[in-house]
């Protein structure tokens, strides 16, 4: 806009003269309105013509002025939100591919000041089977788990182990006529391998190597105390039921069968675990374990088998997983917090809502855990509710990295303002084809921040757990979001315009799909 001005006007006290456009001389030798009286006509007509352009280019930006007001009479909820990601391929691992060793130190380092809780499997999505020989009285090979754990120790972060997948002999995929194929050592990394669980005959080798692992990790240097167990339910989809087994039953241990339900296995390894913290002298009540880690999946429309009574903007919920979370708030052993799993996305790939609508998911899903009647479901409104893998899209790849990032950040304000707890990013580089994530890819050149990084940065510092959270009235909510402490507020402009915002007064311009914090 300046340079505009400079172009049109340029005003010379020693000459008394006006340049305009291009630096043609007018004199004037009487009052200002005599002056502009003077002025030739063509070229006020002009001057018009162009501040009318300019207006009305800034129109077609800026709607008008957008009031944010944030309420500090009484917080309405404390954060219980803190920063986490899984570790899930080998981006960080050198010397590995094409990674480069100075884009892995910025990742590291961008970890250090930004993620609170660092998870790693125990098995695939690069870390190798510890235990891939039954011949064998142990599990034997270490080093990748070994090293997911120094990594996660060198960034200062929480380890957390996920209790997932297992060596290949002791799982089995239940068939529809009732059987149990059995994998081969062939199949250790196939997709069978992913829908298979643990044979009810061999759940005793799982637990000796889940113990195994708990002896060897729960100790100096790397001191873990959180666990999840198993991974989106994988292997317990029955097909003969169209549902999963999630029951206490222990299956059929008379053979190689996959019959148990999971609440049994997550109950066994619960256990376990314990008794592992109090032979090794650390308090049982610091080991916190989680479950169940259901894909909270939506659908498009009611017509699927399983459609709830949920029904929102974005989709309908499978009745499934709410079945798998209620039955095991009842029968748990015990829990540290509940884990899940969700995406924007619908299950049948038919979004009917715009991405930021759909990423009301998470925090709807949060509210109907908390709906729960705690003397029935226990623990449904007190334990922390965490988020395995969380997948915010625009549901289709974009360069556009501030629309990718308005989209996560509004996802992750609705999740904090619900009282979600920690959300797990599925790696740093994004979801593949969906979106960009926290950082580029680590070769060479690459490690760099993206907006997503510095906005879940943001989030982790100013908005984390403990932080009292403030009512905030934004004028036009379908184009802005707020989310305000008592000393920052997070502003994310749901538009591709421009916007001007008055925060409490102060005013605020917000690019499009700009996410800004602001301090009160």
């Known amino acids: 806009m300046e340079r505009v001005w400079e172009t049109m ?291 498009s429309s009611a017509n699927q088998s399983n459609p709830s009574n949920i029904a929102k903007e974005y989709g309908i919920y499978d009745q499934r997983p709410l079945d798998v979370v209620r039955y095991w708030l009842q029968h748990k052993a015990g829990a540290g917090f509940i884990t899940v799993d969700g995406s924007n996305t619908n299950k049948d790939s038919i979004n009917i809502a715009d991405p930021f609508a759909a990423s009301e998911k998470f925090a709807d899903v949060t509210k109907w855990v908390r709906s729960l009647n705690n003397t029935i479901y226990p623990g449904a409104a007190t334990l922390p509710i965490w988020w395995a893998e969380w997948y915010v899209s625009p549901y289709i790849h974009t360069t556009d990295n501030n629309y990718n990032n308005a989209i996560k950040s509004f996802a992750m304000i609705e999740l904090i303002k619900a009282g979600g707890a920690v959300p797990f990013l599925w790696g740093g580089i994004g979801e593949g084809t969906s979106s960009t994530g926290l950082w580029t890819a680590t070769t060479a050149r690459g490690g760099q921040p993206l907006p997503w990084y510095y906005s879940y940065k943001a989030f982790n510092h100013y908005f984390g757990s403990g932080t009292k959270i403030y009512k905030t009235t934004v004028f036009m909510p379908n184009s802005v979001e707020a989310l305000a402490s008592s000393t920052q507020v997070m502003l994310v402009n749901k538009t591709a315009h421009a916007l001007i915002i008055s925060v409490n007064r102060e005013i605020v311009w917000l690019d499009p799909y700009q996410v800004e914090v602001v301090s009160l």
């Open 9 to 299: 006007l340029n005003f010379s006290a020693r000459n008394k003269a006006l340049y305009f456009l291009g630096g043609e001389r007018v004199f004037f030798s009487k009052p200002p309105l005599g002056r502009f009286i003077k002025v030739h006509f063509v070229i006020l007509t002009l001057i018009i013509l162009l501040l009318s352009s300019v207006l009305i280019y800034y129109s077609n930006i800026i709607s008008f002025l957008i009031s944010v007001n944030v309420d500090f009479s009484s917080p309405i909820t404390t954060s219980h939100f803190s920063s986490g990601m899984t570790l899930v391929d080998n981006t960080l691992n050198f010397p590995w591919g094409n990674n480069d060793l100075v884009a892995i130190k910025n990742v590291k380092s961008l970890i250090k000041k930004a993620i609170r809780y660092v998870d790693t499997p125990t098995m695939a999505w690069g870390v190798s089977d510890p235990w891939p020989d039954p011949s064998q009285p142990e599990p034997g090979d270490w080093s990748s788990l070994d090293d997911r754990l120094q990594l996660i120790k060198e960034t200062g972060a929480i380890p957390v182990i996920t209790l997932n997948e297992a060596p290949w002999w002791m799982k089995g995929e239940l068939q529809s006529d009732g059987t149990t194929r059995l994998l081969t050592q062939s199949e250790e990394w196939s997709d069978i391998a992913y829908s298979s669980r643990i044979l009810d005959n061999e759940m005793d080798a799982w637990l000796h190597l889940v113990q195994r692992i708990a002896e060897r990790y729960m100790v100096a240097p790397y001191n873990v105390r959180y666990f999840q167990v198993w991974n989106e339910l994988k292997g317990y989809y029955n097909p003969i039921t169209n549902a999963y087994d999630y029951t206490t039953s222990s299956g059929d241990r008379s053979g190689p069968n996959a019959r148990h339900g999971y609440t049994y296995m997550y109950n066994q390894v619960y256990h376990r675990l314990m008794q592992v913290a109090a032979s090794l002298g650390i308090p049982t009540n610091s080991i916190k374990i989680g479950g169940p880690y259901p894909v909270m999946d939506t659908w």
